[in-house]
Nanobody
C-alpha cells in the first residue's frame, strides 16, 4: 500500500507563487504515475479536476487552465513529486490532492493524499 503526504499549501495574493510537494512511501514500486487534482469550493469529490500528472519516466500532462503557469516534477530517488505554481489566480483556489496511480497485477488503484488547501485572495 502507498501512503502520500502533501505539504506546501497556504494563502497567496493573485499573481503569487506556491510549490506543493507530495512524498510517497510504502509499496512505491507499484506507482506508475503521480498526479495533482484540484477540488474547487462547492465541488464534490467526483468533480475534482486534473491539474498535472507525471509518469515514472517523466512524461507530463497538464490541465488547460494551468498550462504555462504550473510545472510538475518528480524526484524518483525520494519518491517525491513537486508542483510549482506561478501567477496564481482566484480560480486556482481549492483543495489540492496528490494521487498515486498504482498497478498490482492487472488491477489499477488510486491512492490519495489528505489534501492541502490553497487560497488565492486579495
Amino acid at each position: 500500500q502507498v501512503q502520500l503526504v502533501e505539504s506546501g499549501g497556504g494563502s497567496v495574493q493573485p499573481g503569487g507563487s506556491l510549490t506543493l510537494s507530495c512524498a510517497a512511501s510504502g509499496t512505491t514500486d507499484t506507482i506508475y504515475a503521480m498526479d495533482w487534482y484540484r477540488q474547487a469550493p462547492g465541488k464534490s469529490r467526483e468533480e475534482r479536476e486534473l491539474v498535472a500528472a507525471i509518469t515514472r519516466s517523466g512524461t507530463t500532462n497538464y490541465g488547460d487552465s494551468v498550462k504555462g503557469r504550473f510545472t510538475i516534477s518528480r524526484d524518483n530517488d525520494k519518491m517525491t513529486v513537486h508542483l510549482q505554481m506561478l501567477n496564481l489566480q482566484h480560480e486556482d483556489t481549492g483543495v489540492y490532492y496528490c494521487n498515486a496511480d498504482t498497478r498490482i497485477g492487472l488491477t489499477d488503484y488510486d491512492c490519495w493524499g489528505q489534501g492541502t488547501q490553497i487560497t488565492v485572495s486579495s
